[in-house]
Nanobody, 124 residues
Framework: QVQVVESGGGLVQAGGSLRLSCAASGRTLRTYAMGWFRQAPGKEREFVAAISVSGSSTYYADSVKGRFTISRDNAKNTEYLQMNTLKPEDTAVYYC?????????????????WGQGTQVTVPS
């Protein structure tokens, strides 16, 4: 069993930056692909980014490509999401996820473990 806990959310002005962290406990993350999803008010949960077990491969939603960077530190059992040039449409609850699916899982059902979420708010 893996438990993941997000941190680093908050309120930031448009154009600003935030770094989300996700710490895992229970088992090592070294064998899990990791990712981030988000859910804005009144909208469905959507994929944001994914990173492979080794960290050598990443994938991003078009809406965040070039602005967000996903990374991981397997020695620290932690993953990160660096978010730059934030926009009001990035406002959402962000979820850290872990998957036993090989490669770069992109779909909600492919992720086995979910955090409780951390709120990111970018006022318009």
């Amino acid at each position: 069993q893996v438990q993941v806990v997000e941190s680093g959310g908050g309120l930031v002005q448009a154009g600003g930056s935030l770094r989300l962290s996700c710490a895992a406990s229970g088992r090592t993350l070294r064998t899990y692909a990791m990712g981030w999803f988000r859910q804005a008010p009144g909208k469905e949960r959507e994929f944001v980014a994914a990173i492979s077990v080794s960290g050598s491969s990443t994938y991003y939603a078009d809406s965040v490509k070039g602005r967000f960077t996903i990374s991981r530190d397997n020695a620290k059992n932690t993953e990160y999401l660096q978010m730059n040039t934030l926009k009001p449409e990035d406002t959402a609850v962000y979820y850290c996820v872990a998957s036993k699916t090989p490669g770069l899982p992109l779909l909600i059902y492919q992720y086995d473990y979910w955090g409780q979420g951390t709120q990111v708010t970018v006022p318009s």
